[in-house]
Structures are given as structure tokens and as C-alpha cells.
């Protein structure tokens, strides 16, 4: 069971209180706020759960979950900052939109209860008498007409077996046999005669829910019959019906002309009564099929159908059932559902998901497309680092995935659960980069904001921080940076405290650092605490197993993006994308399937060679070095030096793939990784 600390009891705290109460896995351990007369703590007194003012005394108590429903930034960042590691902190703006959901879903409950009660006050104000038993025969609803006709008042029938209530009653027999009896004669117990009709209450299951009984005295008949008052009345309680109903209804007749729509259907769709009655029902579509005339045809209900409707071409989803009397088929009616409003809150959930992704990782592990061996070995080599505290470098070429596995290692880590702060170091100007890194204090420098600015490693403390294209960094960032992982600690600029942090720090580059280092570009101190734990991430031409793989998946988000039904690419296209040398990589791909998409026609569901753009020819360049053999160097440096130039000409033979270089070389994949990080071989030194 979670242990639930709730910080803030206003409306927000309170709804949240009684939500929490009410389920078997959570238990509240305290209710605090500063206002000791707010709603929440006298719930939670209500409830025999602890109170307070002061949630310091609690955050270090065994707490599973604290809710922050004050509303304040400050409160919330600081129960981020002093909660145990493993305590979860939900942000106030989600106890407000749930606030405001339930508020909402109150509102509506209130609404469908005034319609209940002006639905029980039009069939208690009709003159006909009607009761209704369930299934076992007891009285459950009872009218006052029905009082009246049989001289008996309510509490004598309601929770009563209808027998006791009315002798000579059929309604048992209706229960029985399941079948309805129309305009039947009665004699009750106070001599009146009834025409009565019953009908049993069955559901959508087919199941015998119970009966009722309509019925009015003859006398009454015979004076209705002659003022016709009666069929008036009827008429205007199912118009009251209709008309108080939010949901737009409209009523067609058995040829497929309108009869009745209520206003709430003119608020949807914009039309009036003299747009649609004794209009055919295709008038109100301006998008769709009219279900209205579907029904009329086929005689059997339709749900859930969408069209638009009006001139304004209003989305919503109707359902239309037939209205049979006798067997004979008389019209249907339809009510239709606006889905506007699902849509705008579906639009603003979306909105909020952006804003929380933004500060967290986006990917997993589950989003790196990828089966060959070169592949598998990043991936296992990350998921290693993951969960681990130190440093990662990722290398690899543009366009290979450096970021997609920055975000699946921190969502792998413990620290899942705080910010990830990406940082393009080469996007960043110089002269702004440490200030945007480390932050600054008031008066640093002109147009510093009063009280200061958080740096991104603050913002990113106890989460992680991804730097990606480190090798471009100046050597003053370079100590900079050195600094922090040495001393887990930054300072602002103009100031001159240092602030502790906690932060995993991933790093990306597509330079080759060794090469910086002897041009004196890169830190060689520096390059020994990043290169803790590399990370090299094949090229895509290294590992053109995973082109159907990783085609097909990116087939499917670009369907996605562009609306569009492509299935797969066809075998020729396949072989020539495996021909290709994909200089700019997966980022490539993308782009080439991309623009093969965009001029397909949409009704093609193939990519075809002709959809293709063009490729540039693969050139092959292989180079053969020979050297003449020296005798100056000792044994194992020359068998070294050796071995070094036969894995750089077997690498370029096997255009820099290295799961064929370690087959024709008859080493494993990870002794080649082994040799060419000791011998500093990268595809970049070839060429």
C-alpha cells in the first residue's frame, strides 16, 4: 500500500482527499496546510487523519507519494529538493486539473439529476396512473395519478409486493410470460374500471429487469375522448422530454421527412425547425451518410456513426433507433453527440503531455529499431551504463542515434523520474554558453535578470544533462566542464559560492577526439573522464541488416506525420538503398523515404525505384598500403604495428563494416572493438 503525504488542502486537496480515501491502495498519512480552516483539514479530522501546518516534520517520514496541491512553485520545488530519493512529487497542476475534472463531472451529475426530477415531475403531473415493479414483483414507482385512481396513497405501495396492493393485478403474469398486454379491462377494489396496459422492462441483455402498468379510469376516457385533452397533454410531456434534453435530438417520419428537433440540436448544427421539418433527412448532412435513412431501410439501430452537419459542418456521432408500432415501421429518431468539446480537451491533453515531455526523456530502449550484432552490442552496452552513475560518451556519425540513446539511458537509470536537459554545445554561442550552463548572479553583467538565473546543470540536478556535440567546445568550457566532474559543483558567472549538484552527465560527439587532442583542441584530462564509458553507435552502412527494419518503422511514423497508408518498399527499392553509402545516416533515410512519400500518389501503397530521388553512385576507394618492413623496433611493437595496418586494410576492404571485418579477421565483435580502440582505428583516420 502507498504511503500518500498531501501538501495543500483548498478545493484541489480536497477533491484529491476524498479520491484517495475511497481506494484500497493508498493510504494517507497527513493532510497539511497553513490555513487551519481549510476544507481539506476538516475532511481529513472528518476521517481520523493526521493534520498539520508544517510538512517538514513529515517529508522524511516513509513516504511513497507526496501530492503538492498548494498551487505554489516554491512549495513544490523545495519538496523536491528535500524528498527521499525514492518519494515521488506530483505538481499542484495536476491536482487542479483533476479539481477541475471532477468539478466538471459534479456539474454534469447535478444536470442528468434535474433532468430525472423533471422527468418524475412530468409523469407525476399526467392524469394517467402508472406503477412500476421489478423484477420480483415490488412496487418501486408509483404516480400520483395511479394514487388517486386507486385511492391509496404512496407509502402504501412503494417496497410492497403488487399483489398486496391490487388483488386481481396481471402484472406477475406480464413477468411470467414476457409479453406485453395492450388496452385491458380492470375492476379494482374500489369499483373503479381501468383500461390498463402492461409491459414488461426488458434490457439491451435480454434480461427481465421488471414491468409496468399505464392505466386511467373509463369515466375519464370517455370525457378525453370527447376534449381530446389527453393526447395533448402526452404530446406536450414528450416535447417537455425532448426539448430539456442537452443531447440533440431529431425525429424523422417513415418516408425520411423531419418532424421534430429539439434546441439543442439547433445549437449544434445551426438549423432551425423551418430548415428541417418536412425536409428530407440528407438536408442537415454536409459530410456523411444519413443514418436517419439507413435505419428507415434496414430497420435496425445504428451507434456510434460520425458525420459533420450544418453549415458549419459540426463533427458529431449519432445514434439513430427505429420507432416500429404494430409491426409497421413509422420513423426513427436520432440523437447526436457533439464532439467538438472531446476534441478540444483531447487537443489540450496533447498539450500538456508536450509540455511534460520537454523536461523529461522522450525515448526508450523500445524506440531504437535495430537486430544486427553491431547494434546489439551499443544497446547492451548501454543499458550496462544505464545503470550505473558514471559518465557515457557517445560516438558515432551524424545521424546515427547519439540522442535517441541519451534519452533511452536516462529513462533506463534511476533517475527516470527528474528532469533530462539536451544541450547542443555547438548551437550555443560562446559568449552566452556559460551563463546558460552554469547561470549567473544579479549583476553579472548588462541585462542580467534581477535576483539571477539558474544554469542548466542546476535545472538538471538530480536528473541528467546531455551534451551533445562536446567537441566543439572551447578549451576555458572545456575546464569548465572538467570542474563539474570533478567536483560534482558549478559557479555561477559573477558569483563566487560553488553550488553542489547531482547530475548524470551524457556526452555525444561525432569528432574524433583523439585527433583534437593532438592538435591541442580537446583536453586530454578532460577526454579521460568523458571516455569512462564509450559508446561507439554503428553507421547505418555498417549495419545494412537493419534496413527492412528500420524502412518499416520509419514507413510508419511518416504515415503518421503526413495522413498517409504506405505499406512497405518494394524489393528493388530495398537492394538499392542497400547499394547506397548513406553518408548522412538514419537522419538520411528518413529524408530519402520522406521525399519518396510526398510524390507518391495517394492511392499507391508501395514504395517503387521510380518514387526514389536520385542516389549518388557508392564509390569504392580501397586503399593498399605498403610499407617496407623495418628492423629497428623490438618484437612485440613490430607485431603490433603489423597487426594495426592488417585491421585498418581489412576495415576499408569491408567498407568500413566491422561485423564482416571481425568475420574475415575470425576475431569476435567485441575483441575488433577492443583492437581498434587500442589502436585508435576510426573510419574517419581512413579517409
Known amino acids: ?31 497539511i496546510d497553513t490555513n487551519k480552516d481549510a476544507p481539506g483539514l476538516k475532511l481529513a479530522r472528518k476521517y481520523n487523519i493526521p493534520v498539520g501546518v508544517e510538512w517538514t516534520s513529515w517529508i522524511h517520514q516513509d513516504i511513497d507519494i507526496i501530492i503538492e496541491a498548494t498551487g505554489d512553485d516554491q512549495v513544490l520545488d523545495k519538496l ?3 524528498r527521499n530519493r525514492k518519494t515521488v512529487v506530483i505538481p499542484g497542476s495536476v491536482a487542479y486539473i483533476i479539481y477541475e475534472l471532477f468539478d466538471e463531472k459534479e456539474t454534469l451529475l447535478e444536470k442528468v439529476k434535474l433532468q430525472m426530477r423533471n422527468q418524475a415531475l412530468i409523469l407525476n403531473n399526467i392524469r394517467d396512473g402508472m406503477i412500476v415493479i421489478n423484477n420480483e414483483g415490488i412496487v418501486t414507482f408509483v404516480n400520483k ?3 388517486k385512481i386507486v385511492g391509496k396513497e404512496k407509502r402504501e405501495f412503494e417496497g410492497k409486493s403488487i399483489q398486496s396492493v391490487i388483488a386481481n393485478t396481471r402484472l406477475p403474469k406480464v413477468l411470467r410470460n414476457r409479453r406485453r398486454e395492450v388496452n385491458q ?3 379494482l377494489e374500489n369499483k373503479k374500471q381501468v383500461i390498463t396496459t402492461r409491459i414488461p422492462i426488458i434490457n439491451a441483455d435480454d434480461l427481465l ?103 458549419k459542418k459540426k463533427e458529431v456521432y449519432v445514434n439513430v433507433a427505429p420507432i416500429i408500432v404494430d409491426g409497421k415501421m413509422k420513423g426513427s429518431v436520432g ?19 508536450q509540455i511534460i515531455r520537454n523536461l523529461e526523456a522522450k525515448y526508450t530502449f523500445d524506440d531504437i529499431i535495430g537486430t544486427s550484432s553491431e547494434m546489439k552490442l551499443a544497446l547492451e552496452q548501454a543499458k550496462v551504463g544505464a545503470k550505473t552513475p558514471a559518465t557515457v560518451l557517445l560516438r558515432g556519425e551524424s545521424g546515427t542515434g547519439k ?31 556559460e551563463s546558460e550552463l552554469f547561470g549567473y548572479e544579479e549583476g553579472a553583467f548588462s541585462g542580467a535578470k534581477h535576483g539571477g538565473k539558474k544554469g542548466l546543470f542546476e535545472e538538471a540536478n538530480y536528473g541528467s544533462i546531455f551534451l551533445d556535440e562536446i567537441g566543439e567546445l572551447s578549451l576555458n568550457m572545456q575546464a569548465k566542464l572538467l570542474r563539474v566532474l570533478q567536483e560534482n559543483e558549478i559557479v555561477r558567472v559573477g558569483g563566487t559560492q560553488p553550488i553542489s549538484i547531482n547530475v548524470r552527465i551524457i556526452t555525444a560527439t561525432n569528432v574524433n577526439l583523439e585527433k583534437a587532442i593532438m592538435a591541442k583542441t580537446f583536453r586530454e584530462d578532460l577526454y579521460y573522464r568523458l571516455n569512462r564509458l564509450p559508446i561507439f553507435i554503428p553507421s547505418l552502412e ?62 499507391e501503397e508501395i514504395i517503387k525505384l521510380k518514387h526514389l530521388p536520385e542516389l549518388a553512385t557508392k564509390t569504392e576507394s580501397i586503399s593498399h598500403h605498403s610499407e617496407q618492413l623495418t628492423t629497428d623496433l623490438p618484437l612485440q611493437k613490430a607485431v603490433e604495428h603489423y597487426e594495426k595496418q592488417y585491421i585498418q586494410h581489412v576495415f576499408e576492404k569491408n567498407h568500413y563494416n566491422k561485423t564482416k571485418t571481425a568475420k574475415d579477421l575470425h576475431i569476435s565483435i567485441r575483441n575488433l572493438y577492443y583492437k581498434m580502440d587500442k589502436y585508435k582505428i576510426e573510419r574517419n583516420n581512413l579517409q
Open 1 to 31: 500500500m502507498k504511503r500518500v503525504l498531501i501538501v495543500g488542502a483548498g478545493k484541489g486537496g480536497s477533491i484529491l482527499l476524498n479520491i484517495l480515501y475511497a481506494t484500497q491502495t493508498m493510504k494517507i498519512v497527513a493532510v
Open 80 to 82: 523536491i529538493e528535500l
Open 145 to 147: 395519478g395511479a394514487e
Open 185 to 187: 379491462k380492470l375492476t
Open 209 to 311: 429487469v421488471g414491468a409496468f402498468a399505464v392505466f386511467k379510469d373509463i369515466t375519464e376516457v370517455m370525457n378525453l375522448a370527447e376534449e381530446n385533452t389527453d393526447l395533448k397533454e402526452i404530446k406536450t410531456m414528450l416535447e417537455a422530454i425532448i426539448h430539456s434534453s442537452d443531447e440533440a435530438i431529431s425525429v424523422v417520419d417513415e418516408n425520411g421527412f423531419g418532424i421534430m428537433i429539439n434546441p439543442a440540436y439547433t445549437r449544434i448544427t445551426g438549423l432551425e425547425e423551418s430548415d428541417v421539418i418536412g425536409k428530407p433527412a440528407t438536408t442537415d448532412i454536409s459530410e456523411g451518410e444519413s443514418m436517419h435513412m439507413r435505419v428507415l431501410q434496414t430497420r435496425r439501430a445504428v451507434r456510434g456513426a460520425t458525420m459533420k452537419v450544418g453549415p
Open 335 to 353: 440523437v447526436l453527440h457533439d464532439v467538438s468539446e472531446i476534441h478540444a480537451l483531447t487537443t489540450e491533453l496533447k498539450r500538456a503531455r
Open 403 to 433: 540522442e535517441l540513446f541519451a534519452h533511452a539511458i536516462h529513462n533506463e537509470s534511476d533517475r527516470k523520474h527528474h528532469k533530462f536537459i539536451r544541450v547542443n554545445c555547438a548551437a550555443i554561442a560562446e559568449s552566452i554558453l
Open 542 to 603: 555498417e549495419r545494412l541488416s537493419d534496413l527492412p527494419v528500420l524502412t518499416e518503422h520509419i514507413i510508419l511514423k511518416i504515415n503518421q506525420d503526413y495522413g498517409r497508408n504506405v505499406r512497405f518498399v518494394s524489393d528493388e527499392v530495398l537492394a538499392e538503398l542497400k547499394r547506397y553509402h548513406w553518408p548522412g545516416n538514419i537522419r538520411e533515410l528518413e529524408n530519402v523515404l520522406g521525399r519518396a512519400m510526398i510524390y507518391m500518389d495517394m492511392n
